[in-house]
């Protein structure tokens, strides 16, 4: 089906999501939300799929939610709406998603790239939680993630000041994993996102599935879960493949069994 608001396609085994409302620097409308949801389910339920990458354009990856769509709303609209509450669909995707990160990633955008398991940012990347300033305040989970990845201190300034910060300041606090040069950024998010897709898909979900469990639970509680999913993988024909491979010197063939 034809996107309105984004470019989906595949590269080999990658699934590839381009915001694409260039005019509106990329402010996530409704129609987007409901759509980056569909396309990554499709990408879920596409089995030559095995890791998605969900970019922008160079100037904004996504100024935020669009304000203009917001601007008259009350809360009843949004309570029924469940304004916010679209978001589930991005997370529900179990296949790993790697934000490339350019120039403007704000409120809703910054909160999209949180939602992502790896963000790579350019040099021109700034991230930040405007919402403050139009008298709200995130609404997509930021104050959540973006604590969770950056600590209480870093969030709580970005927060309640709704100053941006940089790629470097942005790696240095532990949300951005790479900071690329803007014009290798797709290219090595593609790079990244079709390694992962080589790996067994049963390994990279379990992988992906435990550091996430590491955000919910206690340390005592996730090494539980860790081993039984480690443990669990024993039962696939890859981790046979996988090992068999090293010992014989050759590349593994993973076959998703
Ligand atoms: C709607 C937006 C927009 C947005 C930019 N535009 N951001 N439209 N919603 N979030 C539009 C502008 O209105 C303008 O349209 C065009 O994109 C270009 O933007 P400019 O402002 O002219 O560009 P520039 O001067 O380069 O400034 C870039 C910017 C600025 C610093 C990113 O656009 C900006 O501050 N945008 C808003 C950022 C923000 O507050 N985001 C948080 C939203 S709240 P025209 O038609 O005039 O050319 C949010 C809440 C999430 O995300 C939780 C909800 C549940």
Redesign the pocket.
Same mark, same amino acid.
């Given at each position: 089906a034809p996107f309105e608001t984004l470019i989906v396609e595949t590269r080999g085994g990658v699934g590839l999501i381009t915001l694409n409302r260039p005019? *509106?620097?990329n *402010? $996530?409308n409704a129609t987007m939300i409901r759509e980056l949801g569909e396309a990554l389910a499709a990408f879920e339920a596409n089995e030559a799929v095995g890791a998605v990458v969900i970019t922008g354009s160079d100037? *904004?990856f996504a100024? /935020?939610?669009? #304000?203009? @769509?917001?601007a008259d709303k009350s809360f009843s609209d949004?309570y029924l709406a469940d $304004? +916010?509450g679209g978001w589930r669909r991005v997370v529900e995707c179990r296949k790993p998603r790697i934000a490339a990160v350019s120039g403007?990633a $704000? /409120?809703? +955008?910054a @909160?999209l790239a949180q939602m992502c398991d790896i963000v790579f940012a350019s040099e021109t990347a700034k991230f930040g939680q405007?919402?403050i300033?139009?008298g #709200?305040i995130? /609404?997509?989970g /930021?104050t959540q993630r973006l604590t969770r990845a950056v600590g209480k201190a870093k969030a709580m300034d970005l927060v309640l000041t709704g100053r941006m910060m940089d790629a470097q300041e942005a790696e240095k606090s532990g949300l951005v994993s790479r900071i690329v040069p803007a014009e290798k950024l797709l290219d090595e998010a593609l790079e990244a996102a079709a390694k992962i897709a080589s790996f067994s898909r049963a390994a990279v979900l379990a992988a992906k599935e435990a550091v996430d469990v590491a955000a919910e639970v206690g340390l005592s509680e996730g090494a539980r879960f860790e081993r039984r999913a480690f443990q669990a993988l024993f039962a696939t024909e890859d981790q046979t493949e996988g090992m068999a491979a090293f010992v014989e010197k050759r590349k593994p063939e993973f076959r998703n069994r």
């Open positions: 005019k *509106a620097l *402010a $996530l100037k *904004a100024a /935020g939610a669009d #304000i203009r @769509e917001m949004v $304004l +916010g403007y $704000l /409120g809703g +955008g @909160e405007p919402e300033t139009l #709200i995130p /609404g997509f /930021g």
